[in-house]
């Protein structure tokens, strides 16, 4: 890239501004990466904030354009463009991009940011941009390699500002200064003791408030929320939300200072339990779209449909078992769909609030009865309309009273029935070790579909002397 084009991007930087990304100016950067309009494409980005950077280059169409316009950045914008980009598009990137490159860009990044892209290079090119790094932020990219990705210690950075607790007001804001110029998202100062265990917590607040020749240990809070490093991502979650925190220090076991979690981390955490949530939900694999072939991603899925399939012969068997009763009234096929697929959403609704729930920490396997019977007391509301509404139109359509009394009532009873299930399947689960998501598959709604037809069919057969 010609090196005006480079100094035009670095010298706007302070002056970005919010700017939608629509269809129009997706079009028009296209068109410009088709006609190799470098300074035009510039013109457009030097406005725009690395995240929507990002996200123009996922928009586009292939990877050789999304390869053309990022090495258009500079390295100080590269860097963080390269973090947003979606993980299969970058994986082109990280392949073809000179490792001289790589560790430019990785080197100017936070820690955390930093072992994200080195996890995800493969092992020789990886090795070559540690090798090549500066020493020390080599040696804390590979400290955090260390830990599972989805932990504590996986999710944390290394740059932290910290004192001693014998330490003045005026020399920690001298390392909060120095920390500042190269790093983003400074909310506390951690204070260790001489063998760097966590002691205290002060904020920046606090900080400008006091004289500079007083003692930090004197203003430091010495009741903080700390987190160890092998502590799940969703509960380091779980800990934001409760204690409202935008800083949360991570030790080791024996409180020796580690890291620290910012809140922005906690919101790429929960964006990714909430999609691993859905994904299961629906049997499938949260990244398996980017970075699975079409035959692993069928292998992957193929056990949860003939689960469906066993269940749903289930169904077929219980059909066939009350076909007498369907050769008599024939109109009895026509409302089976209905109430099988009413009752079945409503015990995947009533199974993803409360898997949600148990994620977010709404939900506590101690008081298992609270979302079961806020569930009950919903669907008695759903059941009652839903069967209200259905037995009317059977009354009518069948011509008696008896036929829109055994369609509402089945409809009642099915949707009751299968929200008691779908919330009380997933506490079970839970309370046995496993994971609730995966009791909410997509066995839940053929499951539910059962148990529909089996109500529906048996009052049918009950009142069938009244139906015929």
């Not at 292939?62 to 316009?69: L, N, Q, S």
């Not at 020390?136 to 990219?141: A, G, I, L």
């Not at 964006?271 to 499938?284: C, F, I, K, L, N």
Request: a negative charge; glycine letters at 6%; one cysteine or more.
């Amino acid at each position: 890239m010609p090196d005006s084009l480079e100094h035009t991007i670095d010298e706007v930087q302070g002056r970005r501004e919010l700017i939608e990304v629509d269809d129009e100016l997706m079009r028009d950067i296209e068109e410009l990466v088709r006609s190799r309009s470098d300074f035009l494409i510039l013109n457009i980005l030097q406005d725009l904030y690395p995240a929507d950077i990002a996200h123009i280059i996922n928009r586009l169409e292939t990877d050789e354009e999304a390869e053309y316009v990022f090495k258009l950045l500079s390295d100080d914008v590269a860097g963080d463009v390269l973090i947003d980009i979606d993980e299969s598009r970058r994986e082109h990137l990280l392949h073809v991009l000179p490792q001289e490159k790589l560790t430019r860009l990785v080197g100017q990044m936070d820690s955390d940011d930093a072992a994200d892209i080195v996890a995800e290079l493969p092992e020789e090119k990886a090795e070559e941009v540690l090798g090549t790094m500066d020493v020390e932020d080599s040696s804390e990219v590979q400290d955090l390699l260390r830990y599972d990705e989805s932990t504590a210690g996986g999710i944390m950075a290394k740059e932290v500002a910290v004192v001693k607790q014998d330490d003045t007001i005026k020399q920690a804001i001298r390392v909060v200064r120095r920390m500042a110029k190269e790093h983003k998202n400074i909310y506390n100062v951690f204070v260790v003791d001489d063998n760097g265990v966590l002691v205290g917590v002060v904020s920046l607040q606090e900080l400008l408030l006091h004289a500079p020749n007083k003692r930090v240990k004197k203003l430091m809070s010495p009741e903080f929320v700390s987190v160890d490093t092998d502590v799940d991502q969703e509960q380091v979650a779980q800990m934001f939300k409760r204690y409202d925190i935008v800083s949360l220090p991570v030790t080791d076991k024996s409180g020796k200072l580690v890291g620290r979690i910012t809140v922005d981390d906690i919101v790429d955490v929960l964006e990714e339990e909430h999609e691993e949530d859905v994904a299961r939900m629906v049997g499938s694999d949260a990244d398996e779209m980017e970075r699975r072939s079409p035959a692993e991603i069928a292998w992957l899925r193929l056990p949860w449909i003939l689960i469906t399939l066993l269940i749903q012969f289930l169904a077929g068997y219980v059909v066939h078992r009350y076909s007498v009763t369907l050769e008599k009234v024939i109109l009895l096929a026509s409302f089976m769909p209905i109430i099988s697929a009413l009752s079945g959403n409503t015990g995947l609704q009533a199974a993803a609030i409360v898997v949600r729930g148990l994620a977010t920490g709404h939900v506590n396997l101690a008081r298992w009865w609270i979302p079961i019977r806020r569930q009950v007391q919903t669907t008695l509301i759903l059941g009652a309309a839903c069967g209200a509404i259905l037995g009317l139109i059977g009354g009518l359509w069948h011509g008696t009273v008896a036929f829109g009394i055994v369609v509402g009532c089945s409809m009642f009873i099915s949707i009751n029935v299968s929200g008691f299930i779908g919330s009380a399947t997933p506490l079970l689960s839970k309370r046995l070790g496993f994971d609730p998501a995966v009791t909410a598959g997509p066995f839940e709604t053929a499951f539910q579909d059962v148990i529909g037809i089996t109500i529906f069919l048996t009052i049918a057969t009950l009142a069938l002397q009244w139906l015929t």
